[in-house]
């Protein structure tokens, strides 16, 4: 059984920085491309990041990109977003998600974890 555990969210003022883990379960890491994604009451679930699953390639949103890192550890099968510089329109609910062969389908998602950024 595949399971995608997200950790790291909670309350943080603006300006500051998180570190957002997501380790999987019941699937080889490395064999899947992997993201994070974000959704904000009243709104809909947005792209924040992704990377490949080597590791050698990324993509950010351009709301998060020049102050968010995306990395992976294949051998503890978990996957990091890096937020610095964080605003309150940061405020979300933050999944991560695996595919195996689409970036427009993803196959497992995880719970989420909330991040809340006071100003």
């Known amino acids: 059984q595949v399971r995608l555990v997200e950790s790291g969210g909670g309350l943080v003022q603006a300006g500051d920085s998180l570190r957002l883990s997501c380790a999987a379960s019941g699937l080889t890491a490395s064999e899947y491309l992997m993201g994070w994604f974000r959704q904000a009451p009243g709104k809909e679930r947005e792209f924040v990041a992704r990377?490949?699953?080597?590791?050698?390639?990324?993509d950010y949103a351009d709301s998060v990109e020049g102050r968010s890192t995306i990395s992976r550890d294949n051998a503890k099968n978990t996957m990091y977003l890096q937020v610095n510089s964080l605003k309150p329109e940061d405020s979300a609910v933050y999944y991560c998600?695996?595919?195996?062969?689409?970036?427009?389908?993803?196959?497992?998602w995880g719970q989420g974890t909330r991040v809340t950024v006071s100003s």
């Open positions: 990377i490949s699953g080597s590791g050698r390639t990324t």
């Open positions: 998600a695996a595919t195996k062969n689409s970036v427009d389908r993803y196959d497992y």
